[in-house]
């Protein structure tokens, strides 16, 4: 039976540390992931696990850790947010090259400068080309539900790749909210032991991790990656149906949300989806068939899943929270209209920009993008790409 609690989108992640214990926690402070390493060394202080605790004088050198621990062979695991994962930048792409499968607690919140400790995903979309599987919650639930798979994922055999569990800043990870549990002992049994195969403190099978390589063998490399990613679609899709026997609950790639007869659609990431159900629910009273596409996984980004998705609507909006100042749109912006091109769809998409830097998104933002949709949609409106929603005038 499972256990009903309130907590934090924060203590949620770290409860799902303490169940999962890992072996090593390197770990330094910054708002507002601060609070997860804070209460999985109070779970060690306690007694409740064992994972070795190690502060470190950087989120350069957390990283560091957390790698030179996977590359020996632990389970390990570390948190940051904003600038701290901008500190660790160099590392990210190193992990994922060396294929470690190791996971990262993201608090999501906008990069300096100017300063700024609010929500918005200018840190993870920046490292959306690193190499690592990216995977983002709406809500508390969630976080603690793709914390509890992300090991399982990039531990795979077929896998071995970092991930970046990604939850929004303040909005989830400070706000209390009631979620499930499930018992320790199901969450253990799911999750596993962690036995690499080939690892450094392996006596019998001397290797070495991150070597130097020139040019006949580095683009054979990236392939590899790129062949992990590709599978880590399938393994999430495993990974996800043997956790709804466990939980009950149900993941994918992404959500639908009444879009099976939508006309008009918004595609977007994290906690605002919930802020869009509700206009959605709210228009649907009025007879406007608007619908929901909820992004969950980014990276391997299943382009060819929300095409078919959304193959029907008459016009679509996909809003960024972070801008990639490219000048012809954001990130997930330009891989959706990618992956409809590719797809040979011919629905009307416009990208716009809403939340930069924790700027409020309401219901009533929600609701004016779907009233642009109706009037691109009827011919009464030019499409305008790149709108910032709740702009001030």
């Known amino acids: 039976m499972s256990i009903r609690e309130r907590m934090s989108g924060n203590e949620a992640v770290a409860y799902a540390i303490k169940q999962i214990n890992p072996d090593v926690m390197p770990a330094f402070p910054i708002t507002p992931s601060t609070e997860i390493p804070q209460m999985v060394s109070t779970f060690i202080a306690?007694?409740?696990?064992?994972?070795?605790?190690?502060?470190?004088?950087?989120?350069?050198?957390?990283?560091?850790?957390?790698?030179?621990?996977?590359?020996?062979?632990?389970?390990?695991?570390t948190a940051t947010s904003s600038c701290g994962l901008a500190y660790m930048w160099e590392l990210l792409y190193v992990a994922a090259s060396d294929r470690l499968p190791l996971v990262l607690a993201l608090v999501n919140r906008a990069l300096t400068g100017p300063i700024n400790i609010n929500c918005d995903h200018s840190d993870s979309m920046g490292a959306r080309d690193s190499g690592w599987i990216q995977i983002y919650a709406e809500n508390n639930q969630e976080a603690y539900d793709n914390f509890i798979q992300s090991f399982r994922i990039s531990e795979h055999p077929d896998v071995m790749l970092p991930f970046m569990a990604c939850q929004?800043?303040?909005?989830?990870?400070?706000?209390?909210?009631?979620?499930?549990?499930?018992?320790?002992?199901?969450?253990?049994?799911?999750?596993?032991?962690?036995?690499?195969?080939?690892?450094?403190?392996?006596?019998?099978?001397p290797m070495a991790?991150?070597?130097?390589?020139?040019?006949?063998?580095?683009?054979?490399?990236?392939?590899?990656?790129?062949?992990?990613?590709?599978n880590a679609k399938q393994v999430i899709l495993q990974v996800a149906e043997e956790f709804e026997k466990i939980s009950g609950r149900k993941y994918g790639f992404f959500e639908e949300y009444k879009l099976d007869d939508a006309d008009y659609a918004i595609v977007i990431i994290g906690s605002a989806a919930g802020t869009t159900k509700d206009a959605v629910d709210h228009l649907r009273e009025q007879?406007?068939?608007?619908?929901l596409l909820k992004i969950r996984v980014f990276r391997p980004f299943p382009g060819e899943e929300i095409a078919e998705a959304l193959k029907n609507v008459k016009a679509v909006a996909v809003l960024d929270r972070a801008e990639s100042f490219s000048a012809c749109g954001g990130p997930v912006g330009?891989?959706?209209?990618?992956a409809l091109y590719d797809a040979k769809s011919n629905v009307t998409t416009v990208n716009y920009f809403y939340g930069i830097g924790g700027r409020d998104y309401t219901v009533e933002s929600a609701t004016s993008v779907y009233e642009d949709l109706i009037k691109i949609a009827d011919?009464?409106?030019e499409p305008e790409q790149f709108k910032y929603v709740g702009l001030r005038k």
């Open 46 to 77: 306690n007694g409740d696990i064992d994972t070795e605790f190690i502060p470190v004088e950087s989120e350069h050198s957390s990283m560091s850790a957390t790698m030179g621990a996977s590359a020996a062979g632990a389970r390990a695991l």
């Open 168 to 205: 929004d800043g303040f909005i989830t990870s400070h706000a209390v909210e009631n979620i499930e549990l499930i018992e320790d002992d199901k969450v253990k049994a799911f999750v596993g032991d962690y036995n690499p195969e080939n690892y450094l403190l392996n006596a019998e099978m």
């Open 209 to 230: 991790v991150g070597p130097y390589a020139t040019s006949p063998f580095y683009m054979e490399t990236k392939m590899n990656q790129r062949l992990a990613m590709k």
């Open 287 to 291: 007879g406007i068939k608007a619908g």
């Open 334 to 338: 330009s891989e959706v209209k990618a």
């Open 379 to 381: 011919g009464s409106m």
